[in-house]
């Protein structure tokens, strides 16, 4: 059971845009930013997002962060076959007697 | 180009400890934290804790305090993430990932070792 929530699958068809949600609490991201991450199959994951709605160099416009409250969004719009991945966001959490790092549980991306 | 290189794949037997590397090139390693993520096979990411390369200073994920041992050499910008008393849960891909400034911005992450616990 991961710290922060989100769906296990979603999808939408090639062009179209898609939303990802991660939800947590006050202890997490409401109170921190909020990172995101592509992980294609077999490959390391990959900053897509970090400060909530900062994109690393490189890192299409397609691509967009935003926070409100205890809940993050990722959304991708025009989406491409090579977007088909495992999405997670993540942010520090203050919630134990030392800091520390949570990951939501993950988001398959199908692109149909 | 920054890169993160780690160590091969290992087997190891239940009981026993693993000792992985993390290579840092293209940056001065001492100026950022170097984290530690896990995956078990079809599933999802698993912080292990973090480590601060200039002082040495680590923090480790509840779950692993007493088991995990991060270091590092400087001379050889080299990290290091030790895992003793392994069982088959252990069993994942180990990822080091730099800590790009920010918390939880893990701008450049290694290949991954793939550890594989089994008697």
């Known amino acids: 059971q991961s710290v922060l929530t989100q769906p296990p699958s979603v999808s939408a068809a090639p062009g179209q845009k898609v939303t990802i949600s991660c939800s947590g609490s006050?202890?997490?991201?409401?109170?921190?930013?909020v990172s995101w991450y592509q992980q294609l199959p077999g490959t390391a994951p990959k900053l897509l997002i970090y400060?909530?709605?900062k994109r690393p160099s490189g890192i299409p416009d397609r691509f967009s962060g935003s926070k409100s409250g205890t809940s993050a969004t990722l959304g991708i719009t025009g989406l491409q076959t090579g977007d088909e991945a495992d999405y997670y966001c993540?942010?520090?959490?203050?919630?134990?007697?030392?800091?520390?790092?949570?990951f939501g549980g993950g988001t398959k991306l199908t692109v149909l | 180009q920054v890169q993160l290189v780690q160590s091969g794949a290992e087997v190891k037997k239940p009981g026993a400890s693993v000792k992985v590397s993390c290579k840092a090139s293209g940056y001065t390693f001492t100026s950022y934290d170097i984290n530690w993520v896990r995956q078990a096979t079809g599933q999802g990411l698993e912080w292990m804790g973090w480590?601060?390369?200039?002082?040495?200073?680590?923090g480790y994920a509840q779950k692993f305090q007493g088991r995990v041992t991060m270091t590092r050499n400087t001379s050889i910008s080299t990290a290091y993430m030790e895992l003793s008393s392994l069982r088959s849960e252990d069993t994942a891909v180990y990822y080091c990932?730099?800590?790009?400034?920010?918390?939880?911005?893990?701008?450049?992450w290694g290949q991954g070792t793939l550890v594989t616990v089994s008697s």
């Open positions: 480590m601060n390369p200039n002082s040495g200073n680590t």
């Open positions: 993540g942010t520090w959490d203050s919630s134990l007697s030392a800091g520390h790092v949570v």
């Open positions: 990932a730099r800590e790009g400034g920010q918390l939880v911005k893990f701008d450049y």
């Open positions: 400060d909530n709605n």
């Open positions: 006050s202890s997490n991201i409401g109170n921190n930013y």
